[in-house]
């Protein structure tokens, strides 16, 4: 079974441009998160989508940031337009709906590094 | 979701068990106790997961005490290629999915 993938794996992007990030869950997920660690801090959770939808999307740190997950499928993360502060390591994890006996393991992707200068 | 405090770092040698503790006073009655690792480049990994008592699995051991304020990762006899992060994480499991909240984690580092 494929695990959880992201593209690109790096970016380096200047001040200003736009950059969109792509997971792709595990097949039949329906259970999306975005997490990001900046430099030196712990990581923080951005969102959650179940399916198509925003679950919850109380980490997302400003308007410059917008997810999608259409069709329920991949999603992609694009911050428009990027500040330095935006540099960090973004991951992405899926787990399935899961019934009350199960536990909640959360996949996770290996990253994209994103630089911003 | 309860604030953890665990080490910010370790150090072993190939073949010996290495204990992490993680401290969790505030944890909530339905909290679960969750391990992950992390590799360099890699996204984190879940490890082992428990509520109470004691939980074994191939990977690990977790040691909770009746008061649940604490507990313990395992790891027998490390491995160079244990050399990684280790993060403990408490919170609901029985919430259909939900953000996990991760502290600095504990470096490990296994020597030859």
């Known amino acids: 079974e494929a695990g959880v993938t992201q593209f690109p794996s790096h970016s380096v992007i200047e001040k200003g441009q736009t950059v969109t990030l792509r997971c792709d869950p595990i097949?039949?997920?329906?259970?999306l998160y975005w997490y990001r660690r900046v430099m030196g801090k712990e990581i923080k959770f951005l969102l959650h989508?179940?399916?198509?939808?925003?679950?919850?999307e109380s980490g997302m740190p400003n308007n410059r940031f917008l997810a999608e997950r259409t069709g329920g499928t991949y999603s992609t993360l694009k911050v428009q337009p990027a500040e330095l502060e935006d540099s960090g390591v973004y991951f992405c994890?899926?787990?399935?709906?899961?019934?009350?006996?199960?536990?909640?393991?959360?996949?996770f992707g290996p990253g994209t590094r994103l630089t911003v200068l | 979701l309860a604030k953890t405090t665990q080490p910010i770092s370790m150090d072993s040698y190939e073949g010996q068990e290495v204990n992490i503790t993680c401290s969790h006073n505030n944890i909530a009655t339905n909290d679960y106790i969750t391990w992950y690792q992390q590799f360099p480049s890699q996204g984190p990994r879940f490890i082992i997961q428990g509520y109470k008592t004691k939980v074994t699995n191939e990977v690990a051991s977790l040691f909770i005490p009746a008061d649940r304020k604490s507990s313990t990762l395992s790891l027998p006899r490390v491995s160079l290629s244990d050399t990684a992060v280790y993060y403990c994480?408490?919170?609901?499991?029985?919430?259909?999915?939900?953000?996990?909240?991760f502290g600095q984690g504990t470096e490990l580092s296994v020597k030859p």
């Open positions: 994480l408490v919170g609901a499991v029985y919430n259909q999915g939900g953000k996990l909240i």
């Open positions: 097949s039949g997920h329906d259970n």
């Open positions: 994890a899926s787990s399935p709906l899961m019934g009350a006996s199960s536990t909640d393991t959360q996949y």
């Open positions: 989508f179940v399916k198509e939808s925003k679950q919850d």
